[in-house]
């Protein structure tokens, strides 16, 4: 990539893979990070040049996009205390860096864009939802997901876009599906859905690798490429390959109904209220847990992008116990 790139989300889990696979490409990277944003990983970063701004504010964006070649756009909450706030960053956000893009990047080569397959929804029967399906979010998350990708797909006849749509994310300083890890080692593993639920899976690295082989790629304008690791896995295998990571069994499993998930996540969010802060598990965040398959195909990334996904969750899962010890996670 000629020039520079600026990648937002770069203080996140994904971005921060994001940050460490330009580094080591030596490419120039202004990283949008917010006065609150954690920089310790990406200021270790060669190459990797700090600049304050937020998906809220486009005067920020416009400085922070003025002359640079592409634009990895990870940034975006998983979390919120309300729908509306998904809207906000999520969509609007994705809005406002695109107006920036026009306004201050005349030779933009590529605006890649990272979407999620909650945008897609789930499917009923463990295999990818058929091709031409009209998308179905179930959370306000994945409908805010699905609404910034309308947003870069109206974009892409005056700016070259690609949709990145990964399923769950997993790798070292990934915080969320610690939780799994945590449970394991507890002994006590409560489940929330079907242990033969199938989910696609995607090492953070190998994610990475596809966002930033977007950049450069020779595909039209307005592409959108699901990627996954090619080996589905279910609820029960996945529990499997943490216990084999960590040489430990899970003593008591705990079949969560549907009720009583409802309940614990009214309580959680009475506590996220009470503490402002935003929490994972809300009822709007059951419709999730309970769908029965969250499965896409990684198919057409691999051909068009060149790109070959390297780690499966079984070995992901053993890379990330050893980050999660040695950093005093787990």
């Known amino acids: 990539m000629r020039g520079p790139v600026l990648l937002t989300g770069g203080s996140g889990f994904l971005g921060s893979h994001i940050a460490d696979r330009l ?13 609150t944003s954690d920089t310790r990983h990406l200021s270790s970063l060669p190459g990797i040049k700090l600049v304050q701004g937020s998906l809220d504010d486009p005067t920020s964006l416009t400085e922070a996009t003025r002359g640079v070649r592409g634009i990895i756009h990870a940034a975006g909450l998983i979390k919120a205390m309300r729908s509306q706030d998904f809207a906000r ?17 005349p030779n933009l080569d590529r605006f890649v864009h990272v979407s999620s397959l909650a945008a897609m929804g789930p499917s009923k029967d463990g295999r990818p ?28 006849g005056d700016i070259a876009t690609v949709v990145v749509r990964p399923p ?22 409560p489940l929330t859905g079907s242990p033969g639920s199938v989910l696609s899976m995607v090492y953070a690295p190998d994610c990475a690798d596809v966002c930033v082989r977007a950049l450069e790629a020779d595909v039209a304008s307005g592409s959108a490429f699901d990627v996954e690791d090619g080996v589905p896995e279910t609820l029960e295998t996945i529990i499997g390959h943490i216990e084999a990571a960590m040489g430990t069994r899970v003593r008591l499993r705990v079949p969560i109904p549907a009720s009583a998930l409802k309940l614990a996540a009214g309580v959680t969010e009475l506590f996220g209220w009470a503490t402002n802060r935003p929490v994972m598990l809300t009822r709007d965040k059951v419709h999730e847990l309970r769908a029965p398959h969250w499965v ?25 116990v050893a980050w999660y010890r040695e950093a005093g996670w787990l």
């Open 89 to 105: 960053v999520n969509t609007r956000g994705t809005a406002n860096l695109l107006a920036a893009a026009r306004a201050a990047c």
């Open 129 to 156: 939802r058929p091709e031409g399906s009209p998308p179905a979010p179930v959370t306000a998350y994945g409908r805010s997901k699905l609404t910034a990708e309308e947003r870069v797909r109206a974009a892409s």
């Open 296 to 320: 896409n195909d990684g198919t057409a990334a691999r051909a068009a992008l060149g790109w070959t996904p390297r780690v499966t969750f079984a070995e992901g899962a053993s890379l990330s």
């Open 23 to 35: 580094s080591a490409a030596g490419v120039e990277v202004r990283a949008l990070v917010r006065r």
């Open 168 to 189: 769950v994310v997993h790798g070292p300083r990934d915080r969320e599906t610690l939780a799994f890890f945590l449970a394991v080692k507890l002994g006590v593993l």
